[in-house]
């Protein structure tokens, strides 16, 4: 658990306090408790620091952004004091996280003002970014991108309904790219034109196509906020919440083409944009424009909640115990998780069932590790949840669905095995160039190797999804292996499948393998 500072306040709803130190800005927002997960804003302070202003040429914090981020932490550690906060947690994101005194600048909040700082990494940003999301808008049935943009990086969310997909992390911050191509009139002709093409290789670089269309951008962030403020103030909506507000990508690429010719004194009188985001607005723009080509989407919707409303949501759900893992098994969780993918549960159950037969026969002659059968259950019962996705190249959508859906009953590295192993149930075999399977160790690489083998064995052993077959065991010897299957009558469809899954199974284990059916109560029969 985060170090956290904590005040006591009896007699009243819990009050809770978030900091978000980013590399523009830090916000302090103070909320109390409603009935439910919800929560009501008491305060929402918010100071420009520009902490992350020198990183792209020195990769350190300046020694000014420091001063003028200490004291504004001041300011809003005593004003969430006098607010009665019960918790106050504060996190930094990518300036803090990429400089390298990022650690000192911690050392020194914490000496000066007894307040811990939790540096999270791109990835738990985006996820708090999402969570948000999921809370507050219905993405049923819809593929969505959320894109969350700030003052050093910008993170990009792919999901499905309400699950991740793919969490892309990139280094396209507002503050980042106006150090690096200007902030003023100079992005009215060739540095414009060099920062579009920069942006464009770097998503090339870290992010990939998705297979099924995107519906809809979700534009987390001040960056988008700024956006919707400039045209809802065109159309004279300046008094409407920018809250759901949708924006086309021809009004956004209008907007821009206009800010970009002006100079930032101009821009600084412009109807909804906030002074202080003159000299950023341009590449914060151009990069939701860049993102919004790369991934074919044509409309966006704000939503001004994004990093802070994931934290407080989740302080909230963790003070009140709805995040805590309940008091059930791991196949509960996982039914639960592969439920809301669609996945055939009987097919599923039966295949985990058959693989996890074959593991302990295997265990026998070959000393596997016992306790790998409880990654092989979950890849088993899991492997088809990419179908939420699409079906051609389910197997792929189920690697990512897998990695990112933080099952409490499992570590990280455990579930990147299980994913691994999922992705492999079908299609190509683990290969060294593939840049999931390349990142593991070699011992890691050897067990995807080795489930993955038996589980596109079991998944044949039931290709017809109808639990036809009720048993399988392993006899014979090393080299010389056969598997005998149970069944009421003779499993034509799946011994066909299951024969021309073996190649794998093979080739790991070094060994010919028979598969033969025997009715159940038998101890013989033909070999077909």
Not at 177 to 196: C, I, P, T
Not at 285 to 298: E, P, S
Request: hydrophobic share 40%; net charge positive.
């Amino acid at each position: 658990m985060p170090d956290q500072q904590t005040y006591l306040t009896p007699d009243m709803a819990p009050r809770l306090g978030a900091i978000d130190i980013g590399s523009n800005s830090i916000r302090l927002v103070i909320a109390e408790a409603q009935l439910g997960d919800r929560y009501r804003v008491l305060d929402d302070e918010r100071e420009s620091t520009r902490l992350g202003r020198a990183l792209a040429t020195s990769d350190k914090l300046d020694e000014a952004s420091i001063q003028a981020s200490l004291a504004a932490l001041r300011r809003f550690k005593s004003i969430a004091e006098g607010a009665g906060v019960q918790t106050l947690r504060a996190i930094a994101t990518c300036a803090v996280r990429e400089a390298t005194n990022g650690p000192e600048f911690c050392q020194r909040v914490k000496q000066q003002l007894d307040l811990s700082i939790e540096v999270i990494s791109a990835q738990k940003e985006a996820r708090l970014a999402f969570h948000s999301a999921r809370r507050r808008l219905n993405l049923a049935g819809k593929n969505t991108l959320l894109v969350d943009i700030g003052g050093g990086s910008t993170e990009i969310v792919l999901a499905s309904g309400e699950l991740i997909e793919a969490i892309y992390a990139t280094r396209l911050g507002a503050v980042r790219l106006s150090e690096k191509f200007g902030s003023g009139q100079s992005l009215a002709g060739e540095d414009y034109d060099r920062m579009q093409r920069w942006i464009d290789r770097k998503l090339k670089k870290t992010t990939e196509k998705p297979v099924a269309p995107i519906h809809l951008l979700i534009g987390s962030g001040g960056t988008f906020s700024a956006l919707a403020n400039m045209v809802m103030a065109s159309k004279g909506q300046s008094q409407l919440p920018v809250a759901g507000c949708q924006i086309s990508r021809a009004e956004l690429r209008h907007l821009l083409d206009r800010l970009r010719k002006m100079s930032l004194k101009q821009r600084r009188e412009v109807a909804g944009l906030n002074p202080d985001r003159a000299d950023i607005i341009v590449p914060g723009l151009a990069t939701i424009d860049r993102i919004m080509r790369r991934f074919k989407v044509n409309l966006l919707q704000v939503h001004p909640y994004g990093v802070r409303d994931g934290l407080l949501l989740s302080m909230f759900e963790q003070l009140q115990g709805t995040n805590q893992a309940e008091a059930v098994d791991d196949t509960t969780q996982i039914e639960r998780f592969t439920a809301a993918c669609g996945v055939d549960l009987d097919h599923s159950r039966h295949v985990a069932k058959l693989a996890c037969q074959i593991h302990a026969g295997m265990c026998e002659l070959y000393k596997l590790d016992k306790r790998d059968q409880r990654l092989l259950d979950a890849a088993a019962r899991m492997q088809d949840v990419g179908y939420l996705i699409n079906y051609e190249g389910h197997h792929k959508h189920s690697y990512h669905l897998i990695l990112h859906c933080r099952l409490a009953g499992f570590l990280p590295e455990e579930l990147r095995l299980i994913a691994n192993v999922a992705r492999y149930h079908r299609g190509a075999e683990p290969k060294k160039k593939h840049d999931h399977f390349r990142c593991l160790s070699d011992l890691e690489q050897q067990q995807v190797l080795t489930l993955a083998a038996i589980l596109r064995l079991a998944g044949g052993l039931d290709r017809s999804h109808d639990q036809t077959i009720r048993s399988v065991e392993v006899r014979g010897k090393k080299k010389q292996l056969e598997l005998v299957v149970t069944a009421n009558e003779y499993p034509e469809v799946h011994l066909w499948a299951a024969r021309r899954r073996a190649g794998l199974f093979e080739k790991v284990f070094d060994a010919e393998v028979t598969i033969r059916w025997e009715e159940p109560g038998t101890t013989a029969s033909p070999t077909h």
